[in-house]
């Protein structure tokens, strides 16, 4: 089993809807979560850090459960541009080492 | 804004060669991974470093890879002999190091060895 694991979709979306990502990790060391995000032939960019309470960036929305070892990321309003793979991470706060979803593909519609 | 260099950006070249991939990270960073990235096997952690030091080079098949820190401006990943199977896009990324910072990627390395 992997330690972080997402659906890899692709999700295909028409614009201006809704679509929500879900990630579970295993270790319950791990202390930080991120959403970055990767274009085709691109680095992976960091889009987002989670936080406990939930957090908001724009049309952004990433939320953390610990007791269930769950991570999700809302967005709203989807626009062309976010067409891309979104990768779900853990850190390691003792180690430093991010640990890698495989990804979920979003492909947004006219 | 400060961004982790790599060279070269692409690479092919035949079996059997010895492939030399470089990195810069961001000035101050203290932390240094190197991935390897597939289709299939999505993001791997090959290495990493801290203030120079390798930490982890568990994910890195050891008889043909080598990953070194000549100096807090340089990272390099090595593969002596490169077989086909190593044909992948290879990143560098960089981090503060301290607890709860992400990391910052290069933007990659092409490898394609026939």
């Known amino acids: 089993r992997k330690e972080v694991e997402q659906d890899p979709g692709p999700f295909n979306v028409p614009e201006g809807a809704t679509v929500a990502f879900n990630c579970t990790y295993s270790n319950s060391a791990s202390q930080s979560f991120f959403w970055y995000r990767q274009d085709c032939r691109k680095e992976p960019k960091l889009l987002m850090s989670?936080?406990?309470s939930g957090n908001e960036d724009g049309r952004f929305t990433a939320q953390l459960n610990r007791a269930s070892q769950y991570i999700s990321l809302l967005i709203r309003d989807s626009k062309l541009s976010d067409s891309a793979t979104y990768l779900c991470v853990a850190l390691s706060s003792n180690t430093g080492k991010l640990i890698f979803g495989q990804g979920t593909t979003l492909q947004v519609k006219p | 804004d400060a961004r982790v260099t790599q060279t070269p950006r692409h690479k092919v070249t035949e079996m059997g060669q010895e492939v030399t991939m470089r990195c810069q990270p961001i000035l101050g960073h203290n932390t240094v991974f190197w991935y390897r990235q597939t289709m299939m096997q999505g993001l791997e952690l090959l290495a990493y470093f801290r203030n120079r030091a390798p930490l982890d080079d568990s994910g890195m098949p050891k008889d043909r890879f080598s990953a070194e820190m000549p100096d807090a401006t340089l990272a390099t990943l090595k593969i002596q002999p490169s077989e086909p199977r190593d044909s992948a896009v290879y990143f560098c990324a960089s981090g503060s190091g301290q607890g709860g910072r992400p990391q910052h990627f290069g933007d990659g390395t092409r490898l394609s060895i026939l």
């Open positions: 989670v936080y406990s």
